[in-house]
């Protein structure tokens, strides 16, 4: 079974070859969020979270507006949850503006907020 980590590993990875292409920054910085995605997913389901089927916002939209209840006022918490909305918008970017280039400072400034985040949830 895959764990959530193994997605910022290997958009540390991908970062390596994203100098040169566009392609491999787009996926790094997805997988970097889709990393913390599921460790923020599994820190709220310890907490009582769950996904209601009829709720009109997706998956994700619906974990992010539900997480802020679930930060028991720790600031690395919600640095964190900072972070997690900044990878999130980046990795609409990429999934989605085609047309714009995806720098390669934004892509590396997110695996690294990302293996920050893993190290910090994964410690405790």
């Avoid at 079974?1 to 997605?7: G, L, N, P, R, T």
């Avoid at 990875?13 to 920054?25: D, H, N």
């Avoid at 310890?46 to 028991?72: C, V």
């Avoid at 006022?73 to 972070?83: A, E, R, S």
């Amino acid at each position: 079974m895959i764990q959530a980590h193994e997605f910022v590993a290997e958009a540390r990875q991908m970062l390596q070859a994203a100098r040169s292409s566009e392609i491999r920054r787009r996926t790094a910085a997805s997988r970097a969020y889709y990393g913390c995605y599921h460790l923020f997913l599994a820190y709220a389901k310890a907490r009582g979270y769950a996904f209601s089927k009829d709720d009109r916002k997706g998956m994700h939209e619906h974990l992010l507006q539900a997480l802020p209840d679930y930060l028991e006022d720790d600031d690395d918490l919600i640095q964190m949850f900072k972070d997690l909305e900044t990878l999130k918008t980046l990795r609409r970017d990429c999934d989605y503006r085609l047309a714009e280039n995806i720098p390669y400072e934004s892509v590396a400034f997110a695996v690294e907020r990302a293996e920050h985040i893993v190290a910090l949830m994964t410690e405790a």
